[in-house]
């Protein structure tokens, strides 16, 4: 089954005119796992693919994913889950949805063929069964680009005066954050486009604190489709050990341009927004950067870096500048301000971004 949705249209961008990416959206079916949850899923990247994302799910809050590897058209293993940390690609491990994004790094780009990736699912009763999908760009990348912006207020209305989709156009706190984020995205030729505020219209009284990764793929399940990046305002959000966070993307990557996946958005933590919108603003940026297939430079507890060249690879960042970069895992305020060029290119060849 194949569902083509043709945007391709002409799309002004100063003097030049650039082909918005048409999409492709294919069913692959259902794949059954082995009884060590093994099972290979092969998906094909179309001709002029700018980028190529292949997700399977759901299965289940309880279960996690991952690949055991990853090969490319000309069959070579560009990712070994024995060897996570090498080559260009990356993979995580998640619950309810795997996601795997090529590229994530100009290391490893999107070419046309047949890419296949070894599903290894842990679930309590394998064999198991999943079905996946996979979703393809083809045109031409633009150096400057935007994200339109879906903001959805989860009962955050008594925080500040206007965090309700009727008042946030005009409310300052609101718009603090939204220049906050556009400000932040300068170094990746990013801005923020159209931007469209919605009430949470489900159990606003539950959703409001989310307490578990099943209520975060809860609340991520209910965004529609849709080209625009979903971020949920929620007043607290706590996924294990009491800790409040103060955002999460549902994936790195997220599952982009396809609504109803415990993948397809950003919650944000806004308890605190009126004493700093920046650190709202920062969150936002960071966990976008997740959603876009950015990864942290390097991981506080040194266990593994990002698939890119121009990131630094960090022992202290007090001093090698690391903490300078959003991606980075602690980001602070005034201080993690940039992104690198590489991190910028892995964002023009995003499913969710459009040139402009
Ligand atoms: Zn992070």
Redesign the pocket.
């Given at each position: 089954m194949l569902k083509l949705t043709p945007l391709l249209l002409l799309a002004a961008c100063g003097d030049t005119y650039v082909l918005v990416p048409a999409y492709e959206v294919v069913d692959l079916g259902k794949f059954t796992t082995d009884t060590n949850g093994l099972v290979a899923v092969p998906w094909e990247a179309p001709e002029g693919a700018v980028f190529t994302e292949v997700f399977c799910g759901p299965y289940g809050y309880e279960t996690t994913a991952t690949a055991a590897n990853v090969t490319s058209p000309d069959g070579t293993t560009v990712f070994d889950s024995a060897a996570p940390f090498q080559g260009g690609l990356r993979v995580g491990v998640f619950d309810d949805m795997l996601p795997v994004l090529v590229p994530v790094s100009p290391n490893l780009q999107a070419v046309a063929g047949e890419w296949s990736m070894t599903l290894s699912l842990a679930a309590a009763d394998l064999p198991a069964t999943v079905s996946c999908s996979a979703i393809s760009g083809i045109g031409q990348t633009a150096a400057e680009n935007r994200v339109d912006v879906h903001i959805v207020f989860v009962g955050v209305d008594g925080i500040a005066p206007g965090m309700t989709a009727l008042a946030a156009e005009s409310d300052d706190t609101v718009q603090a954050v939204m220049s906050g984020l556009d400000e932040l995205w300068v170094d990746l030729g990013l801005s923020v486009g159209e931007v469209r505020y919605s009430d949470f219209s489900g159990d606003v009284a539950s959703a409001t604190s989310v307490d578990d990764p099943t209520e975060l793929g809860n609340l991520l399940r209910t965004i529609d489709d849709g080209e625009e990046l979903t971020f949920f305002f929620v007043r607290d959000l706590v996924l294990a050990d009491d800790v409040s966070l103060l955002g999460r993307s549902g994936g790195t990557p997220g599952v982009a341009g396809q609504g109803g996946t415990s993948k397809s958005g950003v919650v944000i933590n806004v308890a605190n927004v009126v004493d700093s919108p920046e650190q709202v603003s920062l969150t936002m940026a960071?966990?976008a950067g997740?959603f876009f297939g950015l990864f942290?430079p390097t991981e506080l507890d040194l266990s593994g870096n990002d698939p890119l060249d121009d990131t630094p690879e960090c022992i202290d960042p007090e001093d090698d500048g690391c903490a300078e970069n959003v991606?980075w895992?602690n980001p602070q305020v005034g201080t993690a301000t940039t992104f690198s060029r590489e991190q910028g290119w892995v964002v023009a060849q995003s499913p969710i971004v459009r040139p402009g």
């Open positions: 960071h966990e997740h942290h991606m895992p």
